[in-house]
């Protein structure tokens, strides 16, 4: 093993003690460290215009509103003396759309994800894994396009079921409303969303430590307890975060929504056979109109809300995320 | 397409059938009879779900594939804008839509991939205590923000504030408010994912810590920054929402992002999705497919330079 | 040129806690130093305070003196980073830079302080892998991945890459607890042939390790958790495996503890 060559191996003179001074390193260490600090800063100050803005533009609106903002279900906002706008509508259509879509989405996403990741073989899980991701990046627009045109008389007949069996419970109480539903914004805001929790749910059960899983299996697990024990529990803050980033894009969907849900009159209802519009389809729908300054902000108004509500999905999700990871780690 | 390749692979894929196997597993003590049919149903259960997530994801691309091949097939939608078509009229081309959609999603890149990747860096790096929390928290809010309303932003900022116009900067300013967090995102889980023993033996070595950022940590995470900023990029291309607001379509070519209507793919495809024309029906789904191929492409060239980069995960 | 270090009533702390509390001790040039003790002495936390990497992290903070050849490392005016050029670590779990090759990964430390000269480089290369032993297994495949050697390999590997920087102190962490046998075999051959050229210091776990490979042996023992780990004895190592001068070196050396 060893070698018998006895030449010197370090020929070199070393550095004496000043060359432990050699300050070299600070000055580039320090600029790299502005830089990245500098970014930093720079992100910090894009979400303060935001809100700066935001507020700034819907505050007038806001105090000139004659109806109430949280629970009306008015809105005029074309003459500026007479504002009267209220977002009850809009809330409850985009939260009930979302949470439908994610009600539908999370439970198979899992599936999926632990599909490609712990039971498809190899040349199946692969090609399928990419596919998965490639949809993830398909436009909403698409989306949208393909559930108003090809999805809608499919799910039409299976609507009608529901409304049978179903319809003395107020959620699926027959309407007026025949083609675009909020049943049908909801199916396609699962398929849409389906992509995405899939393909971050899927890169957390593949970083499930090897140790972990082998641990469960020696003591005699099937694959199945292997995963409730190994993979699930380490997997699960990050599901979460995929879940709500989920439920986030739902939130905020636009096109798609604006293109399926037909926007309603008349007396409201609580059904998810009716239409009507979400937060942003309602903004998306008067994009070409904002032309006082008093309505653009009832619009930014009810953006703004919307904005909250994502931040509220987001923080939930944070906290879920921190509490997990005392016992993760 | 799927129900021939998982026929197989249902097989493959259950350890239960193996005899070997069940004779090993009765071994494993008492109540294993339950256990194994639990088992069973946790099998069947994961390649039902498959099967319910693949066919509407294959039947929108089958659609789109279908409806809108013919219409790339004509090299004059390569070339040609839609200057002059109405919607009775076939043909035309995309050229001027697609200039729109990959000048605004460069210009988007330019901005947001350096400040992502540097507040990452930050974040993972250097970032401590409360600064770095704060960071983070924001970054956050942005991740938050939907499309609509970062579009809204930039209208009060762009236009109601400043005066100017919809132009395609404009798009590309409320892209940069979707795409930054994005990038933070993904760029600080691969960096996290950089061992830190790799950083503690680049300073056993005497390299100063910028050098082994730039040297060691950001090359073992590039393939993973690179997939995140493809896929950062593919989202942003094809966000319809700002573009309602902040970005008008036109049939005719415009290269100058500070100066008139931009046309581009989505609003492309929004300006006839009410139309039953069969010369509108095919554009808009000419449009979508082309979306998706330069979608897909980048997608594709991102996994590629992923898998020739030397990084081993 | 090997150079020795001494240490002047050190004390180690993350954030408020003190992990390590006045240690004196004197480490000669060209020898081998072995540090043991149980685990959470405190002996791989004081081994890091050597070429200043424990203030890599965080909260890591250091008080007391450590001189190399009588100058102080935690001097005002002394760069961190030129001290980890002087003095070189191989750590617990072999760590190759995964996207480099066996050649650039024995470069890397010249290569990130700026020498490119390829001629010269390969020099370099050539006499690390040779003086870690290593030269002969992998002189035909330089260009593969480092990843892809042995678990020992790797770690001679990564040796290789310390001492291609010319340190005059290399620091070893434990270097042969993720080995086999035969790989621990080799490296502690290795590290007898080395200290030739360097001064060694090497945290070790297996006291048999310690008394084959090491000239002097100082013991390290915690007086229970939260209480900060204390340098109980330094010795000749023959000294200390046959008579120790304190009651707590013998128990543990004989086994009656940690």
Known sequence: MATTTSTPRVPDAPPGPEGLKQGLSRGPDRAFKMLAGGSSAVVVALVVIVGVYLISKAWPSLAANGASFLTSREWSVADPDALRFGIAPLLWVTVISSVVAMAIAVPVAIGVALYLTHYAPPRVAKPFAYLVDLLAAVPSIVFGLWGARVLMPYVQPFQDALKSAFGWFPLFAPTAVQAGTIFLASIVLAIMILPIITALSREVFRQTPVGHMEAALALGATRWEMIRTAVLPFGRPGVVSAAMLGLGRALGETIAVTIILSTTTGAFSWSLFFGGETFASKIANAASEFDSPSKTGAYIAAGLVLFLLTFAVNAIARVIIDRRKGFTE | ?313 | ?258
Request: glycine letters at 8%; proline letters at 4%.
């Open chain 3, 1 to 258: 040129m090997a150079k020795r270090i001494d240490v002047k009533d050190l004390n180690v702390y993350y954030g408020d806690f003190r992990a390590v509390e006045g240690v004196t001790m004197g480490i000669d040039a060209r020898s081998v130093t072995a540090f043991i003790g149980p685990s959470g002495c405190g002996k791989s936390t004081f081994l890091r305070t050597l070429n200043r990497m424990h203030e890599v992290l965080p909260i890591g903070r250091v008080d007391g003196e450590v001189l190399l050849d009588g100058a102080d490392l935690y001097d005002k005016n002394v760069d961190p980073v030129a001290v980890r050029r002087t003095i070189g670590m191989v750590f617990q779990r072999p760590n190759p830079f995964p996207t480099m090759s066996i050649f650039d990964n024995v470069a890397a430390g010249l290569r990130l302080n700026g020498m490119k000269k390829k001629s010269e480089l390969q020099d370099v290369v050539e006499r690390a892998l040779q003086g870690a032993n290593l030269w002969k297994e992998v002189k035909d495949r330089l260009d593969k991945p480092g990843a892809g050697l042995s678990g020992g390999q790797q770690q001679r590997l990564c040796i290789a890459r310390a001492i291609a920087v010319r340190p005059q102190v290399l620091l070893m962490d434990e270097p042969c607890s993720a080995l086999d046998p035969i790989s621990t075999l080799a490296i502690e051959d290795l590290i007898s042939e080395l200290k030739n050229d360097y001064t060694i210091v090497i945290v070790t776990h297996n006291m048999q390790q310690a008394a084959r490979v090491s000239d002097r042996t100082a013991f390290f023992n915690i007086a229970g958790t939260g209480a900060p780990g204390k340098l109980i004895e330094v010795d000749q190592t023959a000294t200390m495996f046959s008579s120790p001068r304190e009651q707590a070196t013998e128990d543990y050396i004989s086994g009656r503890f940690g």
């Open chain 2, 1 to 313: 397409m799927s129900a021939t390749s998982l026929t197989p692979s249902l097989a493959a894929a259950d350890p239960g059938d193996a005899s070997p196997g069940d004779e090993l597993r009765t071994l494993n003590g008492g109540g294993s009879g339950s256990r194994r049919v639990k088992d069973r149903i946790a099998t069947v259960v994961m390649h039902l779900a498959f099967l319910v997530a693949v066919i509407p994801l294959v039947w929108i691309l089958w659609t789109v594939v279908s409806q809108g091949y013919h219409m790339l097939l004509e090299s004059t939608w390569w070339t040609n804008s839609q200057r002059g078509v109405t919607v009775r009229d076939f043909g035309g081309g995309a050229y001027h839509a697609m200039a729109g959609t990959v000048m605004q999603a460069a210009v988007t890149a330019l901005i947001s991939v350096p400040l992502g990747v540097f507040t990452a860096i930050y974040l993972v790096e250097y970032g401590r205590g409360r600064l770095a929390r704060a960071v983070s928290f924001m970054v956050d809010i942005l991740t938050g923000i939907p499309s609509i309303v970062a579009a809204l932003t930039v209208y009060a900022l762009w236009i109601s504030t400043f005066g100017f116009s919809r132009v395609g900067f404009a798009v590309s300013l409320s892209l940069v408010l979707l795409m930054v967090p994005t990038i933070v995102r993904s760029t600080e889980e691969m960096l996290k994912l950089v061992p830190n023993e790799l950083r503690e033996a680049s300073y056993a070595l005497g390299v100063p810590k910028w050098k082994t950022i730039v040297k060691i940590v950001l090359p073992t995470a590039f393939s993973g920054i690179i997939t995140g900023v493809l896929l950062g990029l593919a989202r942003v291309m094809g966000e319809t929402a700002p573009l309602l607001i902040l970005g008008p379509y036109t049939k005719s070519i415009n290269m100058d992002l500070f100066n008139g209507n931009m046309a581009s793919l989505p609003t492309m495809i929004n300006q006839d999705r009410t139309e039953f024309l069969d010369a509108a029906v095919q554009r808009t789904w000419g449009a979508a497919l082309t979306l998706i191929l330069i979608v897909m492409a980048l997608n594709i060239a991102g996994r590629a330079i992923g898998h020739f980069s030397k990084v081993k995960s």
